[in-house]
T-cell receptor, first 119, second 112 residues
Framework: AQTVTQSQPEMSVQEAETVTLSCTYD???????LFWYKQPPSRQMILVIRQEAYKQQNATENRFSVNFQKAAKSFSLKISDSQLGDAAMYFC????????????????FGTGTRLTIIP | DGGITQSPKYLFRKEGQNVTLSCEQNLNHDAMYWYRQDPGQGLRLIYYSQIVNDFQKGDIAEGYSVSREKKESFPLTVTSAQKNPTAFYLCASRLGTYNEQFFGPGTRLTVL
């Protein structure tokens, strides 16, 4: 079974600075997806960024980028020019590439990192 | 606007009662999911459904039941057999095989 580990329960960053959130995972599969989701105080889960394991290029979405190290099974999220609206819980998640009826349909989540933005 | 709606936002229930949480989507998504979120933990999968009239147990299905009679709707019933039902419940849906899941706003269930 796959596992996802987020070793930083809480992080803080000064507004306009850059912060990196860590995520490691364990899997025996070679093809999969990795995601970062944001959960603000409203508690709605919002997709931040997605990475396909077969792609070597790191995904970017505006101020958000990832550092995907497949061999090390590491998937960190970098937030540049941090804004007050970035304050939230951030969850790293794993999903198998191919979906079948054998239990690989689900997203496996880490325990989250609470990010605080200091004005 | 397309999206996923969950109702109610807050729900209170007396111990020993069954309660049903609603999840509706107008995104024409094929698959739907129910997750449970507890403090200090990530989301855990309760049930999922890839097509109408079919659903599969997730990691923590005991004490829960679902139905999928329509593509748009995937209600979750929390039964009295669920030992610790107080939690935040999130519904999600997905279009196609390779796409990410989109989440509803969630329902906070409190057992009194």
């Amino acid at each position: 079974a796959q596992t996802v580990t987020q070793s930083q329960p809480e992080m803080s960053v000064q507004e306009a600075e850059t912060v990196t959130l860590s995520c490691t995972y364990d899997t025996s599969e070679s093809d999969y997806y990795l995601f970062w989701y944001k959960q603000p105080p409203s508690r709605q889960m919002i997709l931040v960024i997605r990475q396909e394991a077969y792609k070597q290029q790191n995904a970017t979405e505006n101020r958000f980028s990832v550092n995907f190290q497949k061999a090390a099974k590491s998937f960190s999220l970098k937030i540049s020019d941090s804004q007050l609206g970035d304050a939230a819980m951030y969850f790293c998640a794993y999903r198998s590439l191919f979906i079948s009826n054998f239990g690989n349909e689900k997203l496996t989540f880490g325990t989250g990192t609470r990010l605080t933005i200091i004005p | 606007d397309g999206g996923i709606t969950q109702s109610p936002k807050y729900l209170f229930r007396k111990e020993g009662q069954n309660v049903t949480l609603s999840c509706e989507q107008n995104l024409n998504h094929d698959a739907m999911y129910w997750y449970r979120q507890d403090p200090g933990q990530g989301l855990r999968l309760i049930y999922y459904s890839q097509i109408v009239n079919d659903f599969q147990k997730g990691d923590i299905a005991e004490g829960y039941s679902v139905s999928r009679e329509k593509k748009e709707s995937f209600p979750l019933t929390v039964t009295s057999a669920q030992k610790n039902p107080t939690a935040f419940y999130l519904c999600a849906s997905r279009l196609g095989t390779y796409n990410e899941q989109f989440f509803g706003p969630g329902t906070r269930l409190t057992v009194l």
